[in-house]
């Protein structure tokens, strides 16, 4: 038997789902967009707030809204179908970023794995390989920002590499210079993923909020720098049981949390791993004591293909899981 679903968001990502649940012979119920509920992306049947008349029929919800605000709206979807006891798939980041304490109860039906790292499925790798060993752990979360640095790196103009990112699709809507589209990935969503990461893999018993972390913006003059720099830069994540030494960072956050120290921002690297991750690529490299090599993923941390993929994935398990 295969699941009923509904789609909520019809851009991007809420396209890509709907054509590859049709290729999987899924029945879409109904899509959400901000102006009414509809039935094959067209047909308008009715309007949204009157969603709740429609949820009995459904088995699965797919979630690809934007986060225009703190993730409000989307934590409501995310409440009306758990409470529902109906599974459902989000990529949007705000909710798990800054209601994780409202939804941790309903882990195990929602399919979360999108969130963070595009179509890597970072968060399963990482929940199986963070221990009580685990004494660091390296990461890059932004895909847009690497494929900008990266390109940089080889020899490519500001101009050139941010028309690039806009025409791929790797930049938000609505963000037109190149330091709007990196403050937007690096202030907005970086810390939503830090803080899902944190959370779901239980570093601390303190839940973390990206809304109450102190992130610290990038001006035209920082920009001018970084680009100066693009062959020794990166913007990467580290997670350490050490303090990290008080090296230079531009941009991003800093926080400590039950013996974790993490910092973020565009930061010099002598680190192989995150040189070695070239484009739109997200990663993870843990180190643990008692082993002197390193456990590594990477994979695609941006665009529609892979996001929707991890996304189906995730679909699967958690309906075969309610069967
Ligand atoms: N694109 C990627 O590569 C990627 C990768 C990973 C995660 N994500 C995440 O996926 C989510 C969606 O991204 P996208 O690129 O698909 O965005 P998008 O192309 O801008 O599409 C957003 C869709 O959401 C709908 N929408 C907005 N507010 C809504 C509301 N309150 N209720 C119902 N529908 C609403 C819009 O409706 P209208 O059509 O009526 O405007 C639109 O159809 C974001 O949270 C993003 O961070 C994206």
């Not at 720099?229 to 960072?249: D, G, H, N, P, T």
């Amino acid at each position: 038997m295969n699941p009923k679903v509904a789609i909520i968001g019809a851009g991007n990502i809420g396209s890509e789902v709907y054509k590859r649940v049709q290729e999987l012979n899924w029945e879409v119920v109904f899509v959400v967009k901000q102006d009414g509920i509809y039935k094959n992306f067209t047909e308008k049947i009715d309007a949204q707030e009157n969603i709740d008349k429609h949820i009995r029929d459904v088995d699965l919800v797919f979630l690809a809204i934007p986060t225009f605000d703190d993730g409000l709206t989307a934590y409501k979807y995310l409440k009306m179908f758990l409470e529902n006891n109906i599974p459902i798939i989000t990529c949007e980041k705000g909710a798990l970023g800054n209601y994780f304490s409202e939804l941790k109860d309903y882990l195990p039906i929602i399919g979360y794995s999108s969130s963070v790292g595009g179509g890597t499925r970072i968060l399963r790798y990482a929940k199986e390989r963070v221990t009580k060993k685990t004494k660091k752990i390296s990461l890059v979360l932004n895909g847009t920002l690497n494929y900008i640095f990266y390109q940089l790196s080889q020899g490519k103009k500001l101009d050139e590499v941010i028309s690039e990112v806009q025409r791929l699709g790797y930049s938000e809507p609505g963000m037109k210079s190149a330091v709007d589209i990196i403050n937007k990935e690096a202030s907005g969503d970086v810390p939503l993923k830090v803080s899902i990461l944190f959370n779901i893999l239980g570093l601390s018993p303190d839940i973390i909020k990206a809304k109450n972390l102190a992130v610290n913006k990038i001006f035209e003059e920082d920009l001018k720098l970084l680009v100066g720099q693009a062959k020794e830069l990166r913007y990467f994540i580290s997670i350490s049981k050490e303090k990290m030494l008080s090296e230079k960072v531009v941009g991003g956050f800093a926080f400590e949390s039950n013996g974790w120290h993490c910092l973020a921002g565009f930061r010099n690297t002598d680190s192989e791993f995150i040189k070695f991750l070239k484009g739109a690529t997200n990663g993870i490299e843990i180190e643990e004591s008692g082993f002197d090599g390193t456990y590594c993923l990477t994979g695609p941390g941006a665009g529609a293909g892979p996001t929707v993929s991890s996304m189906i994935k995730d679909a699967q398990i958690l309906w075969n899981t309610k069967k």
